[in-house]
Structure formats: structure tokens, C-alpha cells
């Protein structure tokens, strides 16, 4: 087998793209999900009260303010996103926790 050729269905990803290991990390290597479901569940509600704060705040600005409503929208927006963004990894690594405990024997 080549470095290119795809692994075998039972080692791919859900989309079956997931080429085999190349270099000297640890067969058994785990991404640290304890962690990852952590600081989504900190930056989750960070995140939409920026967002919320942002755009109040842009609702509330004149024409001539500074920052502009531009700016506060934009910096909403991308507050927004990245509140987004943390759930849907919360919601991944929930899901990848239930599958390893699925998996061990019991």
C-alpha cells in the first residue's frame, strides 16, 4: 500500500478519505475531547453574548459613532459564527465520546 491509497473502510472517516499513518505519532493517539468539549463549553456562551452585546450595541449607534455600525455588525456576525462554530464541536465530540464508549468492552 502506498502513502496515497485511502485505509480501509474501518479505519476511514465518514467521508472514507483517511489516508494511513506516515509518521511517528502513536498508533493509539486521541485528540484530548475532556478538553475540546471544555472550551467549547466556555466560548459557546462567550460568544453569543458578544454577538448579542455587538449588536445591541450597532442597533443603538448613530451615524457619526465610532466604531461605525459596520464594524459592530461585522464583529457580531463573526461572534455569531464562532458561537456556531463551538457548538457544532461540542456536539462532535459528544458524539465521538458516545462512540468510544460504545466501543469499549464492557
Not at 12 to 18: A, C, H, L, Q, Y
Not at 58 to 86: K, N, Y
Amino acid at each position: 500500500m502506498s502513502a496515497r491509497d485511502p485505509a480501509p473502510r474501518e479505519r476511514s472517516g465518514t467521508t472514507g478519505r483517511r489516508f494511513p499513518r506516515t509518521g511517528t505519532e502513536p498508533v493509539t493517539a486521541q485528540s484530548p475531547l475532556r478538553l475540546r468539549l471544555l472550551l467549547s463549553g466556555i466560548f459557546l456562551p462567550v460568544f453569543l453574548a458578544a454577538a448579542v452585546l455587538f449588536g445591541l450595541w450597532a442597533a443603538s449607534s448613530g451615524p457619526g459613532d465610532s466604531p461605525g455600525t459596520g464594524a459592530l455588525t461585522g464583529l457580531a456576525v463573526a461572534c455569531g459564527v464562532l458561537a456556531v462554530i463551538a457548538a457544532a464541536d461540542g456536539l462532535v465530540v459528544r458524539r465521538r465520546m458516545r462512540q468510544e464508549r460504545a466501543a469499549r468492552p464492557g
